[in-house]
């Protein structure tokens, strides 16, 4: 089975929503799921494992050791769904640099 995270978004660090993601509880706007038609559940999972251990790594070098706990949380359970869904699980959250 083949990922093409080619068509997935990189996510830009200077990139500010807003408003808040179509169908949360904060506010209606064009969403990613509606900004990218066609992803399969498995890629969609292994995106997000890829980012949540991205911002978890992000958070634990600025000490915010709630909101990296959660990301982290966040990345186990994309990586349990991709494997759920016939695909390798996520790599591991490596420690990022201090």
Known sequence: MSHDSSRLPKV????RRKTAPSGSAFGESE????SIPGIAPLDAARYIGEMTAELARFARR????????FLEMA??????QARRLGGEPVGEIKPGRR
């Open 12 to 15: 830009s660090s200077s990139r």
């Open 31 to 34: 969403g990613l799921a509606e």
């Open 62 to 69: 600025h000490d915010l050791s709630t909101l990296a706990y």
């Open 75 to 80: 990345h186990i359970e994309a990586s349990d």
